[in-house]
């Protein structure tokens, strides 16, 4: 079986050089890499994880909780996967996924062989980072963590802004009825979006209803599209709303079956953004769905690189703010276009 060795005595370089070549932990000059990885080919060379782990007394392994009631992963998911495992394999980590469900016990976490983990979807009091705490594990977040925890490490959206600026769109599009199905209660994604909502009508001066925000209930609705369809067909019946705000587009797409129930035309009869873009989807709707460009896949590489920093012991941000972008298309009146 040919070795590190084999490959450092042909290619005329060190075994730890080899090492770095494959692990990407120190600079090589290209000339050297060029050389290696040419020798590696040649030599069908193929570098031993385990071995890799027993060298660096590192599982060379990160951890990435995705917890989700849907059957399946969505685009916004699959891209921040993406954006992981792009930049984990750069640097030499592999990424073990755990589609992990609220409610299942945490103490399992301590189990998986991974040197820190990233996590989605943070709540305002989130066992999970508690439990990282105590087991004193390397974590990052994708979305904040609580205004209290000033030490936990996080990539983000400023979703405060985000929702601040599609509200203002809605209102100088002439909406003041918006109906906002937002995300889970106590989720921190939600209560910074509702703020954005409220900035929105007092940056008019329009009075800002609490009725006109609604949480999902994950209980109560199976996935994101029964949830925007079941909440549209009830408050219809308590309101007539011109405009909606969807925390998904998976939420969008059960606003529009909704609605061709009950008989409205999307964007004439209701004006309908979701807060996140799978961009395929968005074009094959009609009308095509006005979104938010969230760019997970940025959101994951970012998350990936601090928690890998921190695994090194090289300086860290405490967050990183990842811009988005309104991208408008079909399914909202165009009155006025936003400046």
């Given amino acids: 079986m040919v070795t590190i060795a084999d490959v450092a005595k042909q290619a005329g370089v060190s075994k730890g050089t080899v090492s770095s070549v494959f692990s990407k932990k120190r600079p090589i000059s290209a000339e050297v890499t060029e ?20 060298a660096t007394k590192k599982n060379m392994i990160i951890g990435l909780k ?122 921190t994604v939600a209560e910074d979006r509702k703020e954005g909502f409220r900035r929105a009508f007092e940056n008019f001066g329009l009075h800002f209803l609490e009725e006109n925000v609604i949480y999902n209930d994950q209980e109560k609705y199976k996935n994101g599209s029964d949830y925007g369809f079941y909440t549209l067909i009830e408050t219809v019946k308590e309101k007539k709303y011109t405009a909606i705000i969807a925390d ?59 928690l890998i920093n921190v695994l090194n012991d090289q300086l860290a941000p405490r967050h990183k703010m990842i811009p988005a972008k309104l991208v408008v298309r079909d399914s909202c009146r165009k009155t006025h276009l936003i400046r």
Avoid: W
């Fill in 35 to 54: 050389r290696v990885l040419n020798v590696a080919k040649e030599l069908n060379y193929v570098p031993n994880h385990a071995a890799r782990s027993l």
């Fill in 66 to 187: 995705m917890p989700t009631l849907d059957t399946e992963l969505s685009s916004f998911d699959l891209k921040v996967i993406n954006g992981v495992v792009k930049k984990c394999t750069e640097i030499g980590y592999r990424v073990l996924l755990d589609r992990v469900y609220d409610g299942e016990d945490t103490a399992l976490f301590s189990r998986d062989p991974v040197d820190g983990v990233i996590l989605l979807n943070p709540k305002e009091q989130d066992p999970r980072i508690v439990q990282y705490k105590q087991l004193n594990l390397p974590y990052v977040l994708i979305g904040r963590p609580n205004n209290e925890d000033v030490e936990t490490k996080y990539v983000d959206n400023n979703n405060i802004e985000i929702v601040k600026e599609v509200g203002e769109f809605l209102i100088e599009s002439g909406h003041k009825d918006i109906l906002f199905l937002n995300a889970s209660y106590g989720m």
């Fill in 248 to 306: 998904t587009d998976r939420v969008a797409l059960g606003v529009l079956r909704a609605a061709r129930e009950l008989g409205m035309d999307i964007p004439n009869d209701l004006s309908l953004v979701a807060l996140s873009n799978n961009e395929t989807l968005a074009l094959e709707t009609t009308p095509q769905l006005t979104s938010i460009e969230l760019f997970p896949e940025k959101l994951g590489e970012e998350a990936a690189e601090i």
